[in-house]
């Protein structure tokens, strides 16, 4: 993970007041051995996900796989829930980088197609762990930090989908988000159902967001 997602991850994480945050880590690590001790527990939170399942997944397994032990996880962790949070938040930081690469793109289509490129790629990328992650996501609770992030989206979106050469769009906010529930709804089903056809499954995509763009027309 680069330092920028290393710092975003760092931001989202920050340990908050309400009850109904997702839960957080115990501290912030402040050096750089601190942060690679970090990056590989969560990695190591991954692995033990993408080979074991929720079912498995316990913080034991994750300090055994990561080489630390379990007082050095707890110093930043406080249990799974923590751990499988700093892993959303991985992995959504960096499909936001991903997307955001997008807005250099020429033209409306080409950054469209690129946010659609992206969303696909990183459902299938490591499909096992993205499909789990779906599902932590869903259960866990809705907190400031999951709306930041979905903020950005729809602000990339409204960007691209306002640009000249895309079907207009009487209330670009309200289409942002709906462009925005096609491609999810799309990508975490096809990921539920195990789909590896990257190139399918982005055609199946954009004609769905392309059908429902040029409905306003």
Same mark, same amino acid.
């Given at each position: 993970?680069?330092?920028?997602?290393?710092?975003?991850?760092?931001?989202?994480?920050?340990?908050?007041?309400?009850?109904?945050?997702?839960?957080?880590?115990?501290?912030?690590?402040?050096?750089?051995?601190?942060?690679?001790?970090?990056?590989? /527990?969560?990695? $190591?939170? *991954? #692995?033990? +996900?993408? &080979?074991?399942? @929720?079912?498995?997944?316990?913080?034991?397994?994750? =300090?055994?796989?990561?080489?630390?032990?379990?007082?050095?996880?707890?110093?930043?962790?406080?249990?799974?829930?923590?751990?499988?949070?700093?892993?959303?938040?991985?992995?959504?930081?960096?499909?936001?980088?991903?997307?955001?690469?997008?807005?250099?793109?020429?033209?409306?289509?080409?950054?469209?197609?690129?946010? /659609?490129?992206? $969303?696909? *790629? #990183?459902? +299938?990328? &490591?499909?096992? @762990?993205?499909?789990?992650?779906?599902?932590?996501? =869903?259960?866990?609770?809705?907190?400031?930090?999951?709306?930041?992030?979905?903020?950005?989206?729809?602000?990339?979106?409204?960007?691209?989908?306002?640009?000249?050469?895309?079907?207009?769009?009487?209330?670009?906010?309200?289409?942002?988000?709906?462009?925005?529930?096609?491609?999810?709804?799309?990508?975490?089903?096809?990921?539920?159902?195990?789909?590896?056809?990257?190139?399918?499954?982005?055609?199946?995509?954009?004609?769905?967001?392309?059908?429902?763009?040029?409905?306003?027309?």
């Amino acid at each position: 993970m680069s330092k920028s997602l290393y710092s975003l991850l760092a931001y989202v994480l920050m340990p908050q007041s309400p009850s109904s945050r997702r839960p957080s880590p115990r501290k912030m690590p402040r050096q750089a051995r601190s942060e690679e001790t970090v990056r590989i /527990i969560i990695e $190591a939170a *991954a #692995h033990i +996900l993408e &080979r074991k399942g @929720l079912g498995d997944f316990t913080t034991n397994a994750v =300090a055994e796989r990561a080489g630390v032990s379990i007082g050095s996880l707890y110093q930043y962790f406080p249990g799974k829930e923590a751990l499988i949070a700093a892993l959303i938040v991985r992995e959504t930081s960096i499909l936001l980088a991903e997307c955001e690469q997008s807005l250099a793109a020429p033209t409306g289509r080409a950054a469209l197609s690129g946010m /659609i490129e992206a $969303a696909v *790629a #990183h459902q +299938l990328r &490591r499909p096992v @762990l993205a499909r789990l992650l779906d599902i932590e996501e =869903a259960r866990l609770p809705l907190d400031e930090d999951t709306q930041r992030v979905t903020s950005r989206f729809l602000t990339i979106l409204r960007e691209v989908l306002s640009r000249h050469d895309l079907p207009p769009q009487p209330q670009y906010d309200m289409a942002a988000q709906d462009v925005m529930a096609i491609v999810k709804g799309m990508v975490d089903t096809a990921g539920e159902k195990g789909e590896r056809d990257r190139s399918g499954l982005v055609r199946r995509v954009s004609r769905a967001v392309y059908g429902y763009l040029n409905s306003a027309v």
